[in-house]
């Protein structure tokens, strides 16, 4: 049972996975549990189990934060069997002396960065200071059950949520308890987008029944958690699938942790090529259902006039540059939808009739496909950005009340001679004041989220994602600190941090170019993007904005 040198231990974050159809019998499941990169912590029992232990006892223990070591099955002896192929396996014994020496330094270790992009599931979509990326940071959480097989202390991991978790064998982990919420209704999946071009053992061209592979899912997995970024690897008709999560919705919240539920909807992905995906349902189901709590969402009293009809459309508003057109777009492509994205001010002409007819061009397609198509037409989804320009209150423009007109054209064509189901519409301000309220009614934009400048632990997370390919190849120096950086960086829009990881990258390049000569005379391999590149850039970035 091999401990990993004392590097790669400090490098190996937390594990966690889906369960896979060969480590999860349903009738033992236990219930989620999260592993998290915390510090180590000495045994505070010793008659936790998590191996080959009974539902009790891992549920009395299971609260215990514990320290693992990851071993595999030859190491220890064991042919693979054919109900528990490829496992691999963490066993947890207490903690040595330099073990809780590196427990101590493991914070600073790049496996702990990385993960500190982790956090809880947000609890609502409507927190201003969340980006789309970080909605897919959440814990890994994995249903453990107990098998005979293993000696006390250990769990089993497959290869994908080694993957997904980025976990080593011979890595330390720690795993706690995760307590869904009370009400599992609410933490049901609504939605669900799993794409399939992970499955590398696909060798010839595959014709895939989406809406078998669908419901086989639905029966075999129902009842577990599922996060974003997860792998869930699954054999369908004699073919192993690895599905990487790529989009999921709760009901409540729109959080994307849930349980996967018979009522979820899912939707596949497959890049062109071994896959081909028939029979899927050519328009994804609504993102918005009446099952979301909108009082909890700060929208009181449209419940009943929401019904069971799909919104039709959410403002996002807030101060320029925190990801208010991302999240459109993110959330339109995982969709799969059609999108159209039109800035505002682009729709005007002076011409008279002209802007209407831009108007009107902009809903044609959608209005034929729900014609033709009814209830089998794709989602179109449009982006009105600086939709302000646009939908300004009436009655206050001057002269030839053209800004009326187009006010009144614009909310003719959301409602639609026929109600357009297929139509998703997300609308950008920085003025949510200056919107004409009838756009704001049931039926319309019925959802307003307000994106706000990104608070200390958003703009770590934003940090983290706009440095994560440095880090991946190493081009961060090691004295680098986004947490310091997060704190250096009150009131940056998310563009602006985005702007300082640029600007530093830019910084360090030009170190390494010859004056004069514009070329590269550095080494490739000792590339570093300084702790000074940042500073200087967070500095240039200001003085940018006109903050310095
Ligand atoms: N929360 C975030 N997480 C990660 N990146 C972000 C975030 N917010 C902004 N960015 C970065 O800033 C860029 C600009 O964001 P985006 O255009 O979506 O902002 P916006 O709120 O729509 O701004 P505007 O009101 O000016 O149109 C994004 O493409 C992204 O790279």
Redesign the pocket.
């Known amino acids: 049972m091999g401990l990993l040198p004392e590097s790669k231990a400090q490098g190996t974050g937390p594990v966690l996975g889906a369960s896979d159809e060969h480590s999860v019998d349903p009738a033992r499941v236990m219930g989620p549990v999260q592993v998290a990169p915390r510090p180590m912590e000495p045994l505070s029992s010793p008659s936790a189990h998590y191996a080959g232990d009974s539902h009790s006892a891992m549920r009395t223990t299971a609260l215990t934060t514990l320290p693992l070591v990851a071993t595999n099955r030859a190491e220890r002896g064991e042919r693979k069997s054919k109900f528990h192929p490829k496992i691999s396996t963490v066993s947890r014994r207490p903690p040595s002396g330099s073990e809780l020496k590196d427990a101590a330094r493991f914070p600073s270790s790049s496996a702990t960065r990385r993960w500190r992009r982790g956090t809880p599931p947000p609890t609502s979509m409507a927190d201003p200071r ?5 909605l897919l940071c959440l814990w890994p959480l994995i249903a453990f059950k107990p098998l005979d097989s293993l000696r006390t202390g250990e769990i089993a991991l497959n290869g994908s949520q080694r993957k997904w978790a980025a976990a080593n064998l011979g890595g330390r982990v720690t795993v706690s308890r995760y307590q869904p919420p009370a009400d599992t209704a609410s933490f049901n999946l609504v939605f669900l987008a799993l794409d399939l071009t992970t499955s590398l053992t696909i060798r010839k061209a595959t014709e895939l029944k989406a809406d078998e592979f669908g419901r086989y899912l639905k029966n075999r997995y129902s009842g577990q958690v599922i996060s974003p970024g997860q792998i869930v690897s699954t054999r369908f008709e004699n073919i192993k699938y690895a599905c990487r999560v790529t989009l999921s919705i709760g009901a409540d919240h729109m959080n994307p942790q849930g349980f996967l539920s018979r009522d979820t909807n899912i939707a596949f992905e497959a890049a062109a090529g071994r896959i081909k995906i028939v029979n899927q349902d050519p328009r994804p189901p609504p993102i918005i259902k009446d099952t979301i709590d909108l009082k909890r969402m700060g929208i009181g009293g449209l419940s009943h006039h929401i019904g069971i009809r799909n919104v039709r459309g959410m403002l ?1 508003f ?10 459109a777009r993110k959330v339109a492509n995982l969709l799969n939808a059609k999108v159209q994205t039109v800035s505002g001010p682009s729709l005007l002409d002076p011409y008279f009739g002209t802007t209407e007819r831009n108007v009107r061009e902009l809903f044609e397609p959608i209005i034929k496909d729900q014609v033709k198509l009814g209830e089998k037409s794709p989602l179109h989804v449009i982006i009105f ?2 939709f302000d320009a646009i939908a300004m209150k009436r009655g206050r423009s001057s002269g030839s009340g053209h800004t009326d007109i187009m006010v009144n054209q614009l909310l003719t064509m959301m409602d639609g001679l026929t109600p357009l189901d297929n139509l998703l519409v997300f609308a ?3 003025r949510r004041d200056l919107i004409d309220e009838a756009f704001l009614r049931p039926g319309r934009l019925e959802i307003e989220i307000e ?1 706000g400048l ?1 608070d200390l632990a ?1 703009r770590q ?2 940090l983290e ?2 440095t994560a390919k440095l880090l991946e190849n190493h081009y961060l120096d090691g004295d680098v600190s986004i947490e310091n950086l997060a704190h250096r960086t009150d009131g940056y ?3 602006m ?2 702007g300082v990881v640029k600007s530093a990258v830019s910084a360090a390049l030009q170190r390494n170019i010859a004056p004069n000569h514009l070329v590269w005379t550095g080494d490739y391999n000792a590339f570093k993007v300084l702790e000074s590149d940042f500073v200087a850039a967070v500095t240039e970035v200001a003085r940018e904005h006109g903050n310095d």
């Not at 969340?130 to 970080?134: A, D, K, L, Q, Y």
């Not at 807030?318 to 999240?327: A, C, D, E, L, S």
């Open positions: 969340r980006s789309p990326e970080s996002l807030g101060p320029p540059g925190n990801g208010k057109t991302m999240i950005d600086e950008t301000t920085n994106i990104p958003a997370e934003i994602i706009h829009s998310g563009a941090l985005e």
